[in-house]
């Protein structure tokens, strides 16, 4: 029998939000974990907010905001704060009431770089890392790091030559017609003039060039695990200048560990402050044929070699016994 569509009727309701959520959501573990490690953080917010004034929006809230976002690819804090009037599921998460107001895009938009000023982010993340830590989930030993190339938001209409004298004006300021076919740039001479932090650079041979920063990951291999994260300039070395300086502070202690890498670290400067740090680099090896004629490769332990040693141990042992 076909069931009859009837027009939903305004009423009266009493919803309890933990009911609507499933007991299994892998949310409720992550909104636990992340009040925790925002109950640490409870001094630096009251350093950051006067006493005194309008109240702001919760920095709790904000920082489980950016979680959401970043879990859900919410693309924008315009379009976040939209979909907080109908996703029971975030209000759920941010202890909104049902029947109160979202955010101001605008107002939420300020808060957040405020919370990017003070580096409170990068204080919940570590908290975060340090819960890991205590439940003995993080490796003591093995580690890993890599980098990537993230594209800026500015458009390479934006680089210009440096100290460049006023030209003709625009066809259209909103979006100008600009043509630098043939013309020679580099991050030397020229700069965007909106982001002038970005980088000219390409992920390898025969790729585009793009306006970008050099972002870097350090994991542990027990259940690989983020440590740290970095966003660096991307001027060739930030990948190698970057996992030193996350080795050196996150990865400090008495025993001797290890750090693997791709071929982009096989240079003897990175092998030489690796073993400075008591780190054993397992970094993929140029091969000659391919390598660079330069001073900056260095050999290294490979894993191939230390199979192939492993191998030829085990097959002598066979032999003697």
Not at 271 to 298: D, E, K, N, Y
Request: glycine letters at 6%.
């Amino acid at each position: 029998m076909r069931g009859e569509e009837r027009k939903q009727r305004a009423m009266l309701v009493v919803i309890d939000p933990e009911k609507r959520v499933a007991r299994d959501h892998p949310l409720r573990r992550i909104k636990q974990l992340a009040e925790e490690a925002l109950a640490q953080l409870s001094p630096v917010f009251d350093e950051m907010y006067s006493t005194v004034g309008r109240p702001s929006i919760p920095p709790e809230r904000l920082l489980k905001a950016s979680l959401l976002m970043a879990l859900y690819t919410v693309r924008s804090e315009r379009l976040f704060c939209e979909q907080l009037d109908y996703n029971l599921l975030f209000r759920w998460f941010l202890d909104l009431e049902m029947d109160e107001e979202r955010f101001d895009h605008s107002t939420f938009s300020r808060n957040r770089a405020r919370l990017l000023a003070h580096e409170v982010a990068g204080e919940f993340f570590h908290a975060v890392v340090e819960q890991a830590r205590r439940l003995r989930l993080l490796s003591d030993e093995h580690f890993t790091v890599d980098g990537t190339l993230i594209e800026a938001w500015a458009s390479l209409k934006s680089f210009k030559r440096k100290n460049a004298g006023p030209g003709q004006p625009p066809d259209d300021p909103g979006n100008p017609t600009v043509n630098f076919h043939g013309e020679r740039r580099s991050n030397t001479t020229h700069q965007s003039t909106t982001d002038p932090e970005a980088r000219l650079a390409r992920k390898g041979a025969g790729k585009e060039a793009k306006l970008c920063y050099s972002a870097n990951a350090l994991m542990e291999n027990r259940n690989t695990l983020l440590l740290d994260f970095q966003v660096e300039p991307a001027d060739g070395t930030a990948e190698r200048r970057a996992a030193i300086a996350m080795a050196d502070e996150r990865l400090t202690g008495g025993r001797r560990i290890t750090l693997g890498g791709d071929k982009g670290y096989d240079t003897r400067d990175f092998i030489a402050s690796c073993r400075a740090l008591r780190i054993t680099p397992h970094v993929a090896r140029i091969m000659p044929a391919l390598a660079v004629r330069r001073s900056t490769h260095a050999p290294c332990v490979t894993l191939a070699t230390r199979l192939a040693n492993g191998s030829a141990s085990r097959s002598r042992r066979r032999l003697a016994g």
